[in-house]
C-alpha cells in the first residue's frame, strides 16, 4: 500500500510563504493527478491545487498566490504557498489518483496568524 507523507506545514504570518511537500513511500505507476486539498475547522474540504495531463487548476480562492508542482523522480509533489492570508489557515492533504487507486495522505497544519 503506498502512504503519502506530507511536511512543511506550520505558523506562517500573513503575506508570507510556506511551502508543501507530499512524498509517496514508492513509485506510483499511473498516475492521474495529484492533488492538494485544505480543510478548515467546520468546513467541508476543498481542492485547492490540481496537476494532470500536462495542465495545473486552481480555485479563485489561491490562483495567483499558490503553486502545485511534481517530481516525479522522487515521488514528490509540492505545494508553494506565498501572499498567505488568515483564511488559508486549515489542513492541507494532499492526493493521488491513478487509473484504479487513490492515496490521501495523513494531513499538515498551517496556521496563517501574526
Known amino acids: 500500500q503506498v502512504q503519502l507523507v506530507e511536511s512543511g506545514g506550520g505558523l506562517v504570518q500573513p503575506g508570507g510563504s510556506l511551502r508543501l511537500s507530499c512524498a509517496a513511500s514508492?513509485?506510483?505507476?499511473?498516475?492521474?493527478?495529484m492533488a492538494w486539498y485544505r480543510q478548515a475547522p467546520g468546513k467541508q474540504r476543498e481542492l485547492v491545487a490540481v496537476?494532470?495531463?500536462?495542465?495545473?487548476n486552481y480555485p479563485e480562492s489561491v490562483k495567483g498566490r499558490f503553486t502545485i508542482s511534481r517530481d516525479t523522480a522522487k515521488n514528490t509533489v509540492y505545494l508553494q504557498m506565498n501572499s498567505v492570508k488568515a483564511e488559508d489557515t486549515a489542513v492541507y492533504y494532499c492526493?493521488?489518483?491513478?487509473?484504479?487507486?487513490?492515496?490521501w495522505g495523513q494531513g499538515t497544519q498551517v496556521t496563517v496568524s501574526s
Open positions: 492526493y493521488v489518483s491513478t487509473l484504479e487507486n487513490s492515496f
Open positions: 496537476i494532470g495531463s500536462g495542465m495545473t
Open positions: 514508492r513509485s506510483i505507476f499511473g498516475i492521474k493527478t
